[in-house]
């Protein structure tokens, strides 16, 4: 199986091009986005020495499925995918945090509670909870919004008193936050999955917030499996999930997670075509429909193709 971890295109009008963790960003014109979800994984804010093929795919295809389904909520940037690896859509001016909204006590929420702090981004925490438990109400925790290296949890207060995001539009944020999630956790519920936590990235053109990036993807959202969720809880056994979280399982199985003096361990083929079934799963599970594979014999030629069709149609409109 062939996967695509760097991309180097030239497409016209090109003014700028941005290689994220997972995604290359490629701006056009100054006022539009071709964003190609690479086959990159991350874990602990480190890129993988191996990629998986078709989790671009996946998570392309799954986040232009649910940008169409919450529309009505908030505007997003999308406007097309040309190729089921790429998206196209409006520049915004992002917001410089992520906003991390958490239905249950898992993740790094339930590593802080074990470490004994009860307060997350100036969040109380209610006691006598454990690991995976439903908070009597989602919790807003956000992050920074890091170039480089860590996200580093934030206080509404701290991002309202540095500036970084005005009362005003942070109001707003929370709003279409909280609205989203109802959402993503209806659309999990019709399909007996739990939407545990995600995060949502938003920005700003012509003075409107617009909803950017993926969401409710496995790499920006936790999900367990509902059936079984309650007898799991009251037996203390681990929930089953679909997320990335098995990947940093098996990386902190094998001494990474990210710290000083640590190596990035090398996954193994077998490994990695097992992450690949396993992104598969949460596509079909999620959306209730087969995934179809892209033809991989020549991934880059059929991206810059089709992206290319898709810009001569916008420039000429």
């Known amino acids: 199986m062939s996967a695509i971890k760097s991309t180097s295109f030239q497409f016209p009008g090109q003014t700028a091009v941005y290689n ?12 539009l986005l071709v964003i190609v979800a690479s086959d990159r994984i991350s874990a602990f804010d480190y890129i993988l020495h191996e990629a998986i093929p078709y989790k671009g795919q996946v998570l392309n295809q799954l986040a ?50 074990k470490a004994g702090r009860r307060i997350l981004c100036g969040v109380p925490m209610p006691e006598g909870m454990k690991e995976n438990d439903k908070f009597p109400e989602p919790i807003i925790t956000p992050a920074t919004k890091a170039e480089e290296g860590h996200d580093e949890d934030i206080s509404k207060e701290d991002i309202i008193a540095k500036g970084i995001v005005s009362e005003e539009d942070y109001i707003q944020l929370e ?52 059936d079984g969720y309650e007898e799991r809880q009251q037996k ?66 059929r991206i810059k193709t089709n992206v290319l069709k898709c810009l001569e149609n916008a420039i000429q409109h």
């Open 20 to 31: 994220g963790k997972v995604r290359d960003v490629y701006t056009i014109q100054d006022d």
């Open 175 to 226: 709003k279409y936050t909280r609205a989203l999630f109802q959402r993503g956790t209806e659309l999990a519920a019709q399909k007996g999955l739990i939407l545990v936590d995600t995060k949502y990235e938003f920005g700003k053109k012509d003075g409107k917030i617009y909803l950017i990036d993926e969401i409710h993807t496995p790499d920006s959202s936790r999900y367990f499996y509902a």
């Open 64 to 113: 232009a499925k649910f940008l169409k389904q919450t529309a009505d909520i908030v505007p997003n940037w999308l406007i097309d995918t040309p190729d089921p690896m790429v998206a196209f859509g409006h520049k915004c001016e992002p917001f410089k945090i992520e906003m991390v909204i958490r239905g249950y006590m898992s993740g790094h929420a339930a590593r802080e509670y």
């Open 236 to 301: 203390g056994e681990k929930q089953k999930q679909l997320s990335k979280e098995f990947v940093r399982e098996w990386l902190i199985a094998h001494d990474f997670q990210g710290l000083d003096g640590q190596t990035l361990p090398h996954m193994p083929e077998e490994f990695v075509n097992s992450v690949t079934d396993r992104y598969i799963e949460l596509y079909e599970k999620i959306i209730g429909e087969k995934f179809v594979k892209a033809d991989n014999t020549n991934i880059e030629e």
